[in-house]
């Protein structure tokens, strides 16, 4: 995942739009050694979940390859030490120190497709010789915290935790909830997967190195989802500033192929970035239609969120896809902090007062 250096925070609080309840973005990398520097800390962390007041709901949402094994731990601690009830959806994945977070959930819910993995605290530890030194004695100490969280979570026996830490366990979201480790699993949601090159797998839009990873083989079970010639409902991230400047890409921001050379599954990755095609594979690069992610990354770009709703009815895309191509569309608005233009209260009634007249006229 793509984070300015000048926005080292990597969290995002907001207000959701019901009352009482407040939203918690966990998207990327957790932490870095800017954790401990001036201004992304603990405290600062603590205090932006403080300015969202007196709340009844916290909403978590996770999707992170993990991260420093010390800023997971305190992350876990402020959620259970916060007064609201928890709600945690997995994005994605949940790995590592991300899944640590997660077991603060009251709640954790998983799309079908989504992943968990845990293991043991040193394959997190990053840092220079010095830095790893200095906490190497400690890690024994973490491990037996991370085994009493996990054990309290699933309920598990110890023993069998300290297996799986040791085999660096991969979960299903069905292995996670018959295993404890989630609560329930989403099924109007699906994770949207692909491989961005060997070892690179871009889930929801933040890209998981797996070449860091001992057994991620099983991570590739998230892959293909873009199918019915639609891309599916999953959100990317909303990372990339929203200043980014947007150009629709040519297939030579893809690869240096030729179409008719490429994989069903790279004209798959390919299809991920863009909002409908026809049908699966893509025949032709030309059949992509509204595209809105990033050709590097995956990563939505909000002029072309904008740019692909302005064309969308330009596009020829059929009645009964329109829908959720709209759906897809409006996921990346709100990822944006905005409503798309056909869920303002005006354009609603616009709507509603079209197809009033349309029954009128049709008779049905
Ligand atoms: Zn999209």
């Known amino acids: 995942m793509v984070r300015s250096r000048n926005s080292r925070r990597f969290w ?24 401990w520097g001036d201004e992304v800390t603990p405290k600062a962390f603590w205090e932006d979940l403080q300015k969202l007041g007196d709340i009844k709901e916290l909403r978590v949402f996770i999707n992170s390859p993990g991260g420093d094994v010390f800023a997971g731990q305190a992350i876990y601690s402020m959620l259970r030490r916060h007064s609201a009830t928890k709600l945690v959806y997995v994005d994605g994945l949940a790995a590592s120190a991300a899944s640590l977070v997660a077991m603060a959930g009251d709640r954790i819910v998983m799309p079908r497709n989504a992943m968990m993995m845990i293991h043991n605290p040193w394959t997190w530890a990053a840092g220079d010789a010095n830095t ?58 699906a994770v949207a997967a692909s491989l961005a090159g060997p070892g690179r797998l871009v889930i929801n839009g933040v890209t998981v190195d797996l070449t860091r990873f001992q057994h991620p083989p099983k991570v590739l079970t998230v892959v293909p989802q873009v199918k019915d010639g639609v891309v599916p409902d999953g959100v990317s991230p909303g990372a990339v500033p929203r200043d980014t400047p947007w150009e629709a890409p040519d297939l030579q921001d893809f690869t240096d192929k030729t179409w008719d050379e490429l994989s069903d599954e790279e004209k798959r990755r390919i299809a991920g970035h863009y909002a409908w095609v026809a049908e699966m594979p893509p025949a032709s690069f030309g059949s992509l239609k509204l595209p809105h992610h990033r050709p590097s990354d995956g990563a939505v770009v909000w002029a072309g969120v904008v740019a692909a709703a302005q064309r969308l009815g330009q596009a020829d895309i059929p009645e009964e896809d329109l829908e959720k191509v709209r759906a897809h569309l409006a996921s990346h608005y709100h990822q944006f902090g905005r409503k798309a233009p056909w869920e303002e209260p005006d354009a609603q009634n616009r709507l509603r007062l079209l ?3 349309l029954e009128l006229l049709t008779g049905h």
């Open 12 to 35: 995002q609080v907001r207000s959701a739009a019901d009352p009482g309840v407040g939203e918690l973005l966990l998207y990327g990398e957790i932490a870095d050694s800017t954790w």
């Open 355 to 357: 197809s009033l007249e």
């Open 132 to 189: 790893l030194r200095a906490i190497a004695d400690d890690l024994d100490k973490i491990r037996e915290s991370l085994v009493a969280v996990y054990e309290d979570r699933t309920g598990l026996e110890r023993e069998r935790i300290i297996e799986m830490l040791d085999a660096e366990t991969w979960l299903t979201a069905e292995e996670a909830v018959a295993l404890g480790f989630a609560t329930e699993i989403e099924d109007s949601k």
